[in-house]
């Protein structure tokens, strides 16, 4: 059974929660891993 697609919506503000943490000094990885999501290579 394959997992959910989030929506274009959940896409954005997951972005933009990274961005703003990035903007407050925090590394992508920790950014990307603080707002649980999995980073794919």
């Known amino acids: 059974m394959g997992t959910?697609?989030?929506k274009p919506e959940e896409?954005?503000?997951k972005l933009r929660q990274v961005?703003?943490?990035m903007g407050?000094?925090?590394s992508?990885?920790?950014a990307i891993?603080?707002?649980g999501?999995?980073?794919q290579t």
């Open 4 to 6: 959910k697609r989030p």
């Open 28 to 30: 992508r990885l920790d």
């Open 11 to 13: 896409i954005i503000s």
């Open 24 to 26: 407050q000094g925090m």
């Open 19 to 21: 961005e703003v943490l």
């Open 33 to 35: 891993r603080k707002i």
């Open 37 to 39: 999501v999995v980073e």
